[in-house]
């Protein structure tokens, strides 16, 4: 196993620290846009094709995540932190006056949500190799798991609090918020020293970005285990990333009818449930093995079975609470299973994969993997509002799918032992 500890790598708890509460800052202040746009995407149109349509457009960006890992493994990371943070308040500052202009239409949420798709495609794989250079390898786990557990917390309370923000309020106060939040991280990310050394850029930086991405697609083609990881993971983010993102508000505003209050609490547990599973990793992942992965997909797969079934006419006839609060444990419990097994995933690479390739392995595989999502984003929207009185179905389809993936995993991956 090649270590991806440098010589300047050395445990940096300060740094670490810092870096953790710009995420706090950052992860809130999108957590809140997002769920504001959603929001008000829903409550315009009314629509389930529409509102995923619109998701899937905005996961485009992430396949221009190669280029940022390029990015990330040539320049500054602390600089490029600061930078992403800088235009994603610009654009969301941006999008406020528009509002204030009187026009936000569908298509101005479009382009806001596109805009800072592409930021997203190119700042994700920057923090994930920061890590590396901030904590020793045998913290990777834990140092994974807080990062995960942040982005959990904070989403946890920006649906919260953004449904009763948004109800009283309405969407200017939330946008004004996150723009205020992307601001303030950036200003906080300039206090963080990350090691960097520069290194040549022989014909110019064009050229060397080109020559480097070639590098990280031959690296990852060449390593059997990353390429298998990649296509399992791939498979996953088909049918879970969409389910998450997707099929949850709309059973939670379509089919259950929630208000806002209750809208934002089911969305704040499944970040719970994130949380949970992120502060978990630290345990399980290391007990974990390659070749046994597929059991956690099979456990995910099970668990479709009771969330289909809450929402079923027997169950919703039964009342608001009975399916609300069974929907919600089952996605606590799948959500949970989800983010250890993806957290023992990125682990295994990190400490596979050179610091001089980490940026671009791991956006190249970020891209992979996340290109399927806004497929199934769309057949999940479309799935919704086809079976509109049998918002159930498409969730089983998505439980044998799962299923399926288990069997394919286990079969792949079977000789590796990582």
């Given at each position: 196993?090649?270590?991806?500890?440098?010589?300047?790598?050395?445990?940096?708890?300060?740094?670490?620290?810092?870096?953790?509460?710009?995420?706090?800052?950052?992860?809130?202040?999108?957590?809140?846009?997002?769920?504001?746009?959603?929001?008000?995407?829903?409550?315009?149109?009314?629509?389930?094709?529409?509102?995923?349509?619109?998701?899937?457009?905005?996961?485009?960006?992430?396949?221009?995540?190669?280029?940022?890992?390029?990015?990330?493994?040539?320049?500054?990371?602390?600089?490029?932190?600061?930078?992403?943070?800088?235009?994603?308040?610009?654009?969301?500052?941006?999008?406020?006056?528009?509002?204030?202009?009187?026009?936000?239409?569908?298509?101005?949420?479009?382009?806001?949500?596109?805009?800072?798709?592409?930021?997203?495609?190119?700042?994700?794989?920057?923090?994930?190799?920061?890590?590396?250079?901030?904590?020793?390898?045998?913290?990777?786990?834990?140092?994974?798991?807080?990062?995960?557990?942040?982005?959990?917390?904070?989403?946890?309370?920006?649906?919260?609090?953004?449904?009763?923000?948004?109800?009283?309020?309405?969407?200017?106060?939330?946008?004004?918020?996150?723009?205020?939040?992307?601001?303030?991280?950036?200003?906080?990310?300039?206090?963080?020293?990350?090691?960097?050394?520069?290194?040549?850029?022989?014909?110019?930086?064009?050229?060397?970005?080109?020559?480097?991405m070639k590098k990280g697609f031959r690296y990852v083609w060449k390593e059997a285990f990353i390429r298998r990881?990649?296509?399992?993971?791939?498979?996953?983010?088909?049918?879970?990333?969409?389910?998450?993102?997707?099929?949850?508000?709309?059973?939670?505003?379509?089919?259950?009818?929630?208000?806002?209050?209750?809208?934002?609490?089911?969305?704040?547990?499944i970040n719970v449930a994130s949380l949970t599973g992120a502060l978990a990793a630290g345990i399980f992942s290391?007990?974990?093995?390659?070749?046994?992965?597929?059991?956690?997909?099979?456990?995910?797969?099970?668990?479709?079975?009771?969330?289909?079934?809450?929402?079923?006419?027997?169950?919703?006839?039964?009342?608001?609470?009975?399916?609300?609060?069974?929907?919600?444990?089952?996605?606590?419990?799948?959500?949970?299973?989800?983010?250890?097994?993806?957290?023992?995933?990125?682990?295994?690479?990190?400490?596979?994969?050179?610091?001089?390739?980490?940026?671009?392995?791991?956006?190249?595989?970020?891209?992979?993997?996340?290109?399927?999502?806004?497929?199934?984003?769309?057949?999940?929207?479309?799935?919704?509002?086809?079976?509109?009185?049998?918002?159930?179905?498409?969730?089983?389809?998505?439980?044998?799918?799962?299923?399926?993936?288990?069997?394919?995993?286990?079969?792949?991956?079977?000789?590796?032992?990582?």
């Amino acid at each position: 196993m090649t270590s991806n500890q440098g010589s300047g790598a050395l445990p940096q708890p300060k740094n670490f620290r810092l870096m953790v509460a710009g995420q706090i800052v950052t992860v809130t202040g999108s957590s809140l846009l997002r769920f504001a746009l959603s929001l008000y995407v829903l409550d315009t149109t009314g629509r389930a094709d529409l509102f995923a349509a619109l998701f899937a457009i905005s996961s485009v960006p992430i396949l221009l995540a190669p280029l940022g890992g390029t990015i990330s493994d040539r320049f500054n990371r602390q600089h490029l932190m600061v930078l992403y943070d800088a235009i994603c308040c610009v654009v969301t500052f941006g999008f406020l006056f528009v509002m204030l202009g009187g026009h936000a239409s569908i298509f101005a949420v479009g382009t806001v949500m596109v805009l800072l798709g592409i930021v997203g495609a190119m700042e994700t794989p920057n923090g994930t190799a920061c890590l590396p250079l901030l904590v020793a390898e045998d913290n990777l786990e834990s140092a994974n798991g807080i990062m995960q557990a942040v982005q959990a917390l904070s989403g946890m309370v920006a649906p919260v609090l953004g449904g009763v923000l948004y109800g009283a309020f309405g969407l200017r106060l939330l946008v004004l918020a996150s723009g205020a939040a992307f601001g303030l991280a950036a200003v906080m990310e300039v206090l963080i020293r990350i090691p960097f050394t520069r290194r040549e850029q022989p014909g110019g930086r064009i050229p060397t970005l080109l020559f480097d991405m070639k590098k990280g697609f031959r690296y990852v083609w060449k390593e059997a285990f990353i390429r298998r990881l990649m296509f399992i993971a791939a498979l996953l983010n088909l049918v879970l990333t969409p389910c998450f993102l997707v099929a949850s508000p709309l059973v939670l505003r379509v089919t259950l009818r929630a208000g806002d209050a209750m809208y934002g609490l089911g969305m704040g547990l499944i970040n719970v449930a994130s949380l949970t599973g992120a502060l978990a990793a630290g345990i399980f992942s290391k007990k974990m093995s390659v070749n046994t992965l597929w059991r956690w997909v099979f456990l995910i797969a099970v668990l479709f079975l009771p969330l289909s079934l809450c929402i079923t006419p027997l169950v919703l006839g039964s009342g608001f609470w009975p399916p609300y609060i069974g929907f919600m444990l089952a996605m606590f419990l799948m959500v949970s299973a989800t983010t250890i097994l993806s957290i023992f995933v990125v682990v295994k690479i990190q400490k596979k994969t050179p610091n001089e390739n980490l940026g671009k392995v791991m956006a190249i595989i970020q891209a992979a993997a996340q290109c399927a999502s806004p497929i199934g984003q769309f057949l999940y929207g479309v799935a919704f509002q086809s079976f509109s009185g049998a918002a159930y179905l498409p969730l089983l389809i998505g439980g044998g799918l799962t299923l399926a993936i288990a069997f394919i995993a286990k079969a792949t991956l079977k000789r590796e032992d990582f």
